[in-house]
């Protein structure tokens, strides 16, 4: 059974880097699927912040894609989200998420982790 | 960006009632949108796929409709377990997005 779990600070200083990563087990994440990030708050609702295949190619939504890098280490099956110059604004609930290839919908999620921008 | 209007907002309904939900895109997104239930403090888990395909698992009093910009979400016989928060997304282009969502609350 594929399981997906956040791990990272629940608070973060403004301007500081927001760093989480997701642990996946049950599942190979060499497997061809895709491996992503979505957040929810309550002034915008759910976001698809980005994702990212096995092999490094990525999709970053142009809204934070100056601030972002998304990774993935395949001896460790996890996957890694790091969001830089932080503000309020990015007080939200992290969702991992993953999604097959192609023209598919999210189909596993973690069970997201909260995370506070506050000095 | 592509826009997902949902309505209502809010639906109060009652256990065995039938409920629609509709959700408009600001474009069209072909066949290519997802609902998703999410109960409070709970991951999002997605219901249909390509606007019809119902999940394994998932009952069959769900279903899915619609293509282009108009697409709907139907309960046919509300349960207790289906009271909750619906959202719809488009993954037909770059920046995937959601509806605002639909609560479904018990009337």
């Known amino acids: 059974q594929v399981q997906l779990q956040e791990s990272g600070p629940g608070l973060v200083k403004p301007s500081d880097t927001l760093s989480l990563t997701c642990a996946v087990s049950g599942y190979s994440i060499s497997s061809g699927s895709w491996w992503g990030w979505i957040r929810q708050s309550p002034g915008k609702g759910l976001e698809w912040i980005g994702y990212?295949?096995?092999?490094?190619?990525?999709y970053y939504t142009a809204s934070l894609k100056s601030r972002l890098t998304m990774s993935v280490d395949t001896s460790k099956n996890h996957f890694s989200l790091k969001l830089n110059s932080v503000t309020a604004l990015d007080t939200a609930v992290y969702y991992c998420?993953?999604?097959?290839?192609?023209?598919?919908?999210?189909?596993?999620w973690g069970q997201g982790t909260m995370v506070t921008v506050s000095s | 960006d592509i826009h997902m209007t949902q309505s209502p907002s809010t639906l109060s309904a009652s256990v065995g009632d039938r409920v629609t939900i509709t959700c408009r895109a600001s474009q069209s997104v072909k066949s290519w949108l997802a609902w998703y239930q999410q109960k409070p403090g709970k991951a999002p888990k997605v219901l249909i796929q390509?606007?019809?395909t119902l999940e394994s698992g998932v009952p069959s009093r769900f279903s899915g409709s619609g293509s282009g910009t108009d697409f709907t979400l139907t309960i046919s016989s509300l349960q207790p377990d289906d009271f909750a928060t619906y959202y719809c997304q488009q993954y037909e282009d770059y920046p995937l997005t959601f509806g605002g969502g639909t609560k479904v609350e018990i009337k």
């Open positions: 390509k606007a019809t």
């Open positions: 990212i295949e096995y092999s490094g190619a990525t």
């Open positions: 998420v993953k999604k097959e290839a192609g023209w598919f919908a999210f189909d596993m």
